[in-house]
Each structure stands twice: as structure tokens, then as C-alpha cells.
Nanobody, 124 residues
Framework: QVQLVESGGGLVQAGGSLRLSCAASGRTFSRYGMGWFRQALGKEREFVARISSTGGSRSSADSVKGRFTISRDNAKNTMYLQMNSLTPEDTAVYYC?????????????????WGQGTQVTVSS
């Protein structure tokens, strides 16, 4: 069982930056592939980025490439999402998720555990 808690969301102006954190409970965090997803009001949840258990493999959605960076610190049981050059289109609730497959996935249905989400609002 893994419990996930996101933090770091908030209100920021367009062009600004935020860093989201996802703190995981338990001693097996380092075995899980991890991912970030987001859901804007009235839209379906979408993939943002994923990272493998060791951090050696990462990928992200085209919409955030070059602006968002996913990382993790297994010693701290924490995953991060550094978000730069934010636009109003990035406004959403951001969720972190854990996948028993250490590679992680871009597919929502592959994830086993989810956090409650943190709101990110980007003003124009």
C-alpha cells in the first residue's frame, strides 16, 4: 500500500514557475514507477509526465515538453514536477500516481495508487 500526498500548487501568473511535490508513505517507493497527471475543469484527466523507479527513464506529454521536468528522490520518498513558463492552459488539478510496474506508464489505467490532487491556477 502506498499513500501519496501532493503539495506545491497555487496561483501563479503566466510565465511563472511552480514546483509540485508528491510525498509517498511506505518503504517501497523506490520500486514504483511514478507519474503526474492533470485534469482541467470539464475535461478528462490527461498524462503529464512519468519517471521510472530509478529515475533513469522519463517521458512527458508534448504539451509540456521543454517546460516541465519530472524528477524523484528515492531517499526522501518524494517525486517532483518542476513547471516553468506556465500558461493559463496549464490550469488544472495535478495528481501524482504510483505504478507497481517500475517503468511507469503514460496510461492512467496502469496506475495503482493516486493522490488527492493539488490545484494549479495560472492567471493571464
Amino acid at each position: 500500500q502506498v499513500q501519496l500526498v501532493e503539495s506545491g500548487g497555487g496561483l501563479v501568473q503566466a510565465g511563472g514557475s511552480l514546483r509540485l511535490s508528491c510525498a509517498a508513505s511506505g518503504r517501497t517507493f523506490s520500486r514504483y514507477g511514478m507519474g503526474w497527471f492533470r485534469q482541467a475543469l470539464g475535461k478528462e484527466r490527461e498524462f503529464v509526465a512519468r519517471i521510472s523507479s530509478t529515475g533513469g527513464s522519463r517521458s512527458s506529454a508534448d504539451s509540456v515538453k521543454g517546460r516541465f521536468t519530472i524528477s524523484r528522490d528515492n531517499a526522501k520518498n518524494t517525486m517532483y514536477l518542476q513547471m516553468n513558463s506556465l500558461t493559463p492552459e496549464d490550469t488544472a488539478v495535478y495528481y501524482c500516481a504510483a505504478d507497481r510496474d517500475p517503468y511507469g506508464s503514460a496510461r492512467e489505467r496502469d496506475y495503482d495508487y493516486w493522490g488527492q490532487g493539488t490545484q494549479v491556477t495560472v492567471s493571464s
